[in-house]
């Protein structure tokens, strides 16, 4: 999992996660629960987001450094 989620992203992951079990436990299934589903689908979606941006720029970093190291190849 460290691959994948930077210490940050697993803790908004386990924050968002006890607090929607904590609000289930207290409210019930009433219809703030979809309130709840939203913001934990929002969270999700954020980090998957960033997860995504960031093999984006890993990958062009990568492309970079190829670039770099053809350009002082060539002098």
Not at 8 to 25: D, E, H, M, Q, Y
Not at 29 to 44: I, P
Request: glycine content about 4%; charged content about 20%; aromatic content about 8%.
């Amino acid at each position: 999992m460290n691959k994948y989620f930077d210490l940050g992203s697993r803790l908004v992951i386990l924050l968002t996660f006890a607090l929607f079990i904590a609000a289930l436990f207290t409210s019930g299934l009433t219809h703030n629960m979809f309130l709840e589903a939203g913001v934990l689908l929002v969270s999700v979606k954020l980090i998957m987001m960033n997860h995504k941006n960031s093999l984006s720029n890993q990958e062009l970093l990568k492309k970079i450094d190829e670039l770099k190291e053809m350009l002082s190849k060539k002098q």
